[in-house]
């Protein structure tokens, strides 16, 4: 399964994440593509989004001081 989503982020004032999540607007489900990249270009042109989050270079981490 491959699905899209638009989020909404607000800055906010904690030093280690400046920005959070406030809602997201799912765009689209549909099944896997073979072509992400692709799909993700699309989805955003035909929403006339300007940012694209790619899911290869998102990295999660631990906050400091949690395991």
């Not at 072509?35 to 290869?56: H, M, N, R, S």
């Amino acid at each position: 399964m491959t699905y899209s989503a638009k989020v909404f982020f607000e800055k906010t004032s904690d030093p280690l994440w400046r920005y959070h999540s406030k809602h997201f607007e799912a765009l689209d489900v549909r099944p896997g593509v073979d072509d992400l990249d692709e799909y993700g270009i699309d989805q955003a042109g035909a929403e006339k989004l300007t940012l694209v989050i790619d899911p290869k270079n998102v990295t999660i981490t631990a906050a400091p001081g949690e395991s």
